[in-house]
């Protein structure tokens, strides 16, 4: 049972004709855009954006219609996968990378569902380093600005060299182990010059659906207990 598949296909049932979806990166999303790229073959009418060069060239592949920026104001839907997840459908993403598009797309989406499987479900997060994308300038400033909030920071290597997102930025990946209040933690990281952009979406989702290894899928909507 392919729970990443199970919990993509669910959300995808969501999307209706005519709408504008925005296309998350990741295994989980993976799975949401290929079966829109089955229905849009099957005549669903839908436009995209996507929130990785990955994402889009799966979409482009699979002959689902994109748009640019300029094209669009809003969204209605976008669709993406989490790292973590709590029951106030607070997230931490970034594991693959996006995070600075991820949360610009969802942002501009009416709504945002959540897809993952049940391991990412918790009751706090900060178990998964907290992904921070930062400005090559200046790193090191940034990133002992970064261990002063209390996490151990390290910077993300793909290989030999430092990871580089598809904004040309680093990712900060910081172990704050649980983070009690994730709304003051981002209050903190927005106040540092050489953070773009941080993993913790607040008040962004508006569902999660969770696939689990049963075969069983859990919805969230509002604060649940996980
Ligand atoms: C990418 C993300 C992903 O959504 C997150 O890492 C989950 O990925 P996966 O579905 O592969 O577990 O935030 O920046």
Redesign the pocket.
Known sequence: MNV?QLAAEKAVEYVQDGMKVGL???????WAIRKLGERVSEGLKITAVAT?QASEDQARELGIPLVNFSEVDSLDLTI????ELDGSLQLI???????LR?KIVAMGSTRMIV??DES?AVKTLGQFPL?VEIVPFAWEWTVADLIKLGCEAELRRSGDELYKTDNGNYIADCRFGAIDSAAELALSLQRIPGVVEH?LFIGIADMAVIGKTDGTIEIIEGDSNL
């Open positions: 990443k998350g990166t990741g295994s989980t999303a993976y990785s993406d996968g989490a790292d993403k970034g594991g693959g990378g996006a995070l991820e897809v993952a990412k992904p993993g």
